[in-house]
């Protein structure tokens, strides 16, 4: 896709560039979340999610710091594998 | 009873001091009794965008250090008989003042004027501490670069904790056909990011260079687009309601037909 974009030179603006990086980088100074604590956090946070869904996928959990329209938004994300015990 | 009023920025270079003149200037030309202070200590450069550099005797941290009266360190506008500059000391060390100083220096200077503005030094130690120290209020200058927005979201953050009410935002150097082609931030995109309220736009001017260059102030020149969009500042500082982004009236027809395509309505 950034193969066609630059064939037909139509990338992004950079007005939009900037802003995206402007966003990601004042939550991440805002908020004062450490690479480590981050790191941290998810391990707490698959160890206490795996106690009540087992199906979660623990390796597979992202944390994120988000920019929300209204307010900053702390987001994870955590996959589950799909099972059929019920059936 | 003067309103003081800090004109800071985090990053350097965005044009603090160019914008404490004009607004200095502009404030005086409405008829107030205005002082402009310069607060880089070590760093003097406010009386020579002013064109007052020649006139200098006594300054700041003198005052400070009670080997000169305030009446003695002021200097008098080349023009305007109400615009004073009490100018930064060129020499000294800055550590020389310390936020209550300027505490007492603005609180001494109160009575006499109806605005003093305070030109803030770049960064977020000591010598920011001490311009916002004695201010009723704040205006952070940024420009539409990544690095000045950032630097600025800093600075909101830092002048909110020291209670000095929410800041107010001057964006300065827009070029108004980058901005249009998609290239620049906005002033609507840069007040979303920094969540503060607007008091003005200035257009990217060459007039700005040369007025700086002759020690003259742009708000004197009818045909500066930059002048114009300070006096508009002043204006809304003293409370009159004037709408933002006055000066895009100047764009070509061009501008406005890519306009159209190239951003949202405002």
Known sequence: ?87 | MARVITITSGKGGVGKTTTTANLGTALAMRGARVAVIDADIGLRNLDVVMGLENRIVYDLVDVIEGRARLRQALIKDKRLPELFLLPAAQTRDKEAVTPEDMIALTNQMRPDFDYILVDSPAGIEGGFRNAIAGANEVLIVTTPEVSAVRDADRIVGLVEAAEKGPPRLIINRINSRLVNRGEMLSMEEVVEILAIEPVGVVPDDETIVISTNRGEVAVFDQHSQAGRAFVNIARRVAGEDVPLMAFTDQQGVLDRFFGLFGRKAR
């Open chain 1, 1 to 87: 896709m950034s193969f066609l974009n630059n064939l037909f030179n139509k990338r992004e603006r950079s007005a939009q560039v900037a802003k995206e990086r402007l966003l990601t980088v004042l939550v991440h100074d805002r908020v004062k979340l450490t690479p480590e604590k981050l790191e941290e956090l998810k391990a707490e946070l698959s160890a206490v999610v795996a106690r009540y869904v087992p199906e979660a996928e623990p390796a597979e959990i992202e944390v994120t710091l988000l920019r929300g329209e209204s307010s900053d938004m702390l987001k994870a994300d955590i996959p589950l594998r799909r099972s059929r015990h019920d059936e």
